[in-house]
Nanobody, 121 residues
Framework: VQLQASGGGLVQAGGSLRLSCAAS????????MAWYRQAPGKQRDLVAS???????NYADSVKGRFTISRDSAKNTVYLQMNSLKTEDAAVYYC????????????????WGQGTQVTVSS
């Protein structure tokens, strides 16, 4: 499985961005997909996850502002980010796994390359 993330960019605080993560390869083997983010000097943190059944989970810091969704026909997962804050600035990564949501970043089976999100004040 290969994951290709896109959609990052520069946005003003309060603005919106939509990230996309397109999967190729054995997509049907994937159960869960997720978005992580990593700011400079910080660990990679889970932002949101979604299972093949559509069950979603969000970090408290993004609840009510971010929405993760999945288009199985397009083998793509999205992260709609609204009301962006300067503290949301980071490199965002998509991850996928055939099993359950992993509690540690290192345990996810597949990773995409990161996409930079910059939020100006």
């Amino acid at each position: 499985v290969q994951l290709q993330a896109s959609g990052g960019g520069l946005v003003q605080a309060g603005g919106s961005l939509r990230l996309s993560c397109a999967a190729s390869g054995s997509f049907l083997s994937i159960n869960v997909m997720a978005w992580y983010r990593q700011a400079p000097g910080k660990q990679r943190d889970l932002v949101a996850s979604i299972t093949s059944a559509g069950t979603t989970n969000y970090a408290d810091s993004v609840k009510g502002r971010f929405t993760i969704s999945r288009d199985s026909a397009k083998n793509t997962v999205y992260l709609q980010m609204n009301s962006l804050k300067t503290e949301d600035a980071a490199v965002y990564y998509c991850a996928a796994d055939p099993g359950r949501v992993r509690t540690q970043a290192a345990h996810w089976a597949y990773w995409g390359q990161g996409t930079q999100v910059t939020v100006s004040s």
